[in-house]
């Protein structure tokens, strides 16, 4: 439910935007009866008795039973009384698979987690997929998730004025606008009789004495004062852990943090680059007397996630501070009690911090409908019962009766671990199609409908205590699922690499070797040679079409 599910799917989907060339009243939502197995898969005015089947193409992850043998399906269709005729494409050559199909007309009646906005773009022009909007009005449970999310409507409207996807949607308080949590092991601050630091400059001293002492007592010089996990931290449009193991954060001590994908949107709506600022340039010349000084991690660069987890758990404590998206997924659950969020550090012209530029929306396209459909109503009234919010939560994470059962207040709350399976997401990666399904799973659902994912409860906690949810949360942003036009996107394709490849090495390089005051200059005029200001135009003109009024 957190990193294993999110974190994969947003990296893939977002990287192929850029380089892909129920019976009864279902006007009634399930909150009602507090998230129950519930009618609300049928949609108003139509009876229960069976239809179709319904021939739907997915891309099949191998940990996933076949989806006729779910558990999940099997309790779905008695209550949409709709049968599918599932055509699973092996994960790995979906994409492969998928625009063969696109090329060749061999076209199934939808397609479920195989379609991203760039390969619909691609085809847009060729009479393939099917405009939705004339239907929609005909689907309750999705027009109520329209009408409590508007923002929603603009996110999944091409740029053609049409909408031809049913979204993913999957909020979690903001979990994944939230990128990078500073973490600092409490039992060394403690013993050196310190407080949590609420400064900078605080924070670096308490470095010094971390890696001056021998804190872990074993006789050895191995602390480590920040540690980070930069290998992985790749930027770019929807890529994720830039920030979650990186410095991006950092620079809002000098006025400006730098977003994963180092853009940001101002009051005025307009786009504008964080790495180009004079509060990058001053925070990249203060880390690197960090790194002089030995505080940062001479192996930050190399680090990885698995190098990561190495380090923070190992059989003595080496990491006095660490920047991650979420401390349980490289601390084993003994030692992460020890590490806390520090709240958002204080700096000489700013503070700690930003929001992340990625929606809670997080595929617009994750099923569309293709013009072979015999029946489309058919396909959008099975649909459109798994937008209901019980149903929402049931194919997304776990059905009721198998990874979910309901407590006295009628939430669904886990159930007991089954088939031998060790965690929930196993449960899950087995027995439900799972993110990227056409549902939406909304915040207001939680102690409602759903309790919380446990496995989440602990980032969110931490979310809270540095203040990103009092204070980012609702900031402007830029949406990551925009969508292009084909010839646009190939070009962002090109620039990519490139632009960001200059920003993300020379930043290394200055932490490490210095050269920022130096050098600033050249990097910046490399920047506008490399297209970088050309890719902001793009963005900013997709930015302008998603707040236009459609």
């Given at each position: 439910?957190?990193k294993k599910s999110t974190a994969i799917l947003m990296s893939?989907?977002?990287?192929?935007?850029?380089?892909?060339?129920?019976?009864?009243?279902?006007?009634?939502?399930?909150?009602?009866?507090?998230?129950?197995?519930?009618?609300?898969?049928?949609?108003?005015?139509?009876?229960?008795?069976?239809?179709?089947?319904?021939?739907?193409?997915?891309?099949?992850?191998?940990?996933?039973?076949?989806?006729?043998?779910?558990?999940?399906?099997?309790?779905?269709?008695?209550?949409?009384?709709?049968?599918?005729?599932?055509?699973?494409?092996?994960?790995?050559?979906?994409?492969?698979?998928?625009?063969?199909?696109?090329?060749?007309?061999?076209?199934?009646?939808?397609?479920?987690?195989?379609?991203?906005?760039?390969?619909?773009?691609?085809?847009?022009?060729?009479?393939?997929?099917?405009?939705?909007?004339?239907?929609?009005?005909?689907?309750?449970?999705?027009?109520?998730?329209?009408?409590?999310?508007?923002?929603?409507?603009?996110?999944?409207?091409?740029?053609?004025?049409?909408?031809?996807?049913?979204?993913?949607?999957?909020?979690?308080?903001?979990?994944?606008?939230?990128?990078?949590?500073?973490?600092?092991?409490?039992?060394?601050?403690?013993?050196?009789?310190?407080?949590?630091?609420?400064?900078?400059?605080?924070?670096?001293?308490?470095?010094?004495?971390?890696?001056?002492?021998?804190?872990?007592?074993?006789?050895?010089?191995?602390?480590?004062?920040?540690?980070?996990?930069?290998?992985?931290?790749?930027?770019?449009?929807?890529?994720?852990?830039?920030?979650?193991?990186?410095?991006?954060?950092?620079?809002?001590?000098?006025?400006?943090?730098?977003?994963?994908?180092?853009?940001?949107?101002?009051?005025?709506?307009?786009?504008?680059?964080?790495?180009?600022t004079d509060a990058y340039k001053e925070g990249i010349q203060?880390?690197?007397?960090?790194?002089?000084?030995?505080?940062?991690?001479?192996?930050?660069?190399?680090?990885?996630?698995?190098?990561?987890?190495?380090?923070?758990?190992?059989?003595?404590?080496?990491?006095?501070?660490?920047?991650?998206?979420?401390?349980?997924?490289?601390?084993?659950?003994?030692?992460?009690?020890?590490?806390?969020?520090?709240?958002?550090?204080?700096?000489?012209?700013?503070?700690?911090?930003?929001?992340?530029?990625?929606?809670?929306?997080?595929?617009?396209?994750?099923?569309?409908?293709?013009?072979?459909?015999?029946?489309?109503?058919?396909?959008?009234?099975?649909?459109?019962?798994?937008?209901?919010?019980?149903?929402?939560?049931?194919?997304?994470?776990?059905?009721?009766?198998?990874?979910?059962?309901?407590?006295?207040?009628?939430?669904?709350?886990?159930?007991d671990l089954k088939d031998g399976l060790e965690t929930y997401?196993?449960?899950?990666?087995?027995?439900?199609?799972?993110?990227?399904?056409?549902?939406?799973?909304?915040?207001?659902?939680?102690?409602?409908?759903?309790?919380?994912?446990?496995?989440?409860?602990?980032?969110?906690?931490?979310?809270?205590?540095?203040?990103?949810?009092?204070?980012?949360?609702?900031?402007?942003?830029?949406?990551?699922?925009?969508?292009?036009?084909?010839?646009?996107?190939?070009?962002?394709?090109?620039?990519?690499?490139?632009?960001?490849?200059?920003?993300?090495?020379?930043?290394?390089?200055?932490?490490?070797?210095?050269?920022?005051?130096?050098?600033?200059?050249?990097?910046?005029?490399?920047?506008?040679?490399?297209?970088?200001?050309?890719?902001?135009?793009?963005?900013?003109?997709?930015?302008?079409?998603?707040?236009?009024?459609?």
């Amino acid at each position: 439910m957190l990193k294993k599910s999110t974190a994969i799917l947003m990296s893939a989907l977002l990287l192929a935007t850029l380089l892909a060339g129920c019976t009864g009243n279902s006007n009634k939502v399930a909150n009602e009866d507090k998230g129950g197995n519930s009618s609300e898969a049928q949609t108003a005015g139509e009876d229960k008795a069976s239809s179709g089947p319904i021939k739907i193409a997915r891309s099949k992850n191998p940990q996933n039973l076949p989806a006729k043998e779910m558990f999940w399906y099997k309790e779905y269709t008695k209550v949409s009384g709709i049968e599918v005729d599932w055509e699973e494409i092996p994960q790995e050559s979906a994409a492969e698979k998928v625009n063969l199909m696109l090329s060749t007309g061999d076209l199934p009646d939808a397609y479920i987690q195989t379609i991203n906005p760039a390969m619909l773009m691609n085809y847009i022009d060729q009479d393939i997929f099917l405009p939705l909007d004339d239907y929609i009005k005909d689907m309750p449970n999705f027009s109520k998730v329209l009408e409590q999310r508007p923002d929603y409507r603009k996110l999944i409207t091409a740029p053609d004025g049409h909408i031809y996807g049913l979204p993913y949607v999957e909020e979690m308080f903001g979990l994944v606008a939230n990128h990078g949590i500073l973490h600092i092991y409490k039992p060394w601050l403690d013993e050196l009789g310190l407080p949590i630091p609420t400064t900078i400059d605080e924070y670096r001293e308490d470095l010094k004495k971390f890696v001056a002492n021998d804190m872990n007592k074993n006789g050895q010089k191995d602390e480590i004062g920040l540690a980070l996990a930069n290998k992985e931290a790749k930027s770019g449009i929807g890529t994720w852990a830039r920030n979650a193991n990186d410095f991006g954060h950092f620079f809002g001590l000098w006025g400006q943090a730098d977003r994963n994908d180092s853009m940001s949107v101002g009051q005025d709506g307009k786009v504008f680059s964080t790495a180009t600022t004079d509060a990058y340039k001053e925070g990249i010349q203060y880390l690197h007397e960090m790194y002089k000084e030995g505080l940062i991690d001479p192996e930050f660069t190399v680090t990885d996630s698995a190098k990561m987890q190495a380090k923070m758990r190992g059989p003595e404590v080496i990491v006095g501070s660490l920047m991650t998206f979420s401390i349980s997924d490289v601390v084993d659950k003994t030692r992460a009690k020890d590490y806390v969020a520090v709240p958002y550090l204080k700096g000489p012209k700013g503070e700690f911090g930003t929001r992340e530029n990625f929606a809670e929306m997080h595929n617009p396209t994750a099923l569309v409908i293709t013009k072979k459909a015999k029946d489309p109503k058919t396909v959008l009234r099975w649909a459109d019962g798994l937008y209901d919010p019980s149903w929402s939560v049931q194919t997304n994470w776990g059905a009721l009766g198998y990874q979910y059962k309901k407590n006295e207040q009628g939430v669904m709350v886990f159930d007991d671990l089954k088939d031998g399976l060790e965690t929930y997401n196993d449960m899950r990666s087995r027995n439900t199609i799972g993110g990227n399904s056409p549902v939406a799973v909304l915040s207001d659902y939680y102690d409602k409908v759903v309790e919380y994912p446990q496995d989440a409860q602990r980032l969110l906690d931490d979310m809270r205590a540095i203040g990103f949810i009092d204070k980012h949360l609702k900031d402007p942003y830029i949406p990551h699922i925009m969508f292009y036009e084909p010839k646009v996107a190939e070009k962002m394709a090109l620039l990519s690499p490139q632009i960001y490849g200059l920003i993300d090495n020379t930043r290394r390089k200055w932490i490490t070797d210095g050269g920022v005051e130096q050098e600033w200059d050249s990097y910046i005029k490399e920047l506008d040679k490399a297209g970088w200001n050309e890719f902001l135009d793009y963005v900013q003109e997709a930015y302008d079409r998603f707040n236009s009024d459609k």
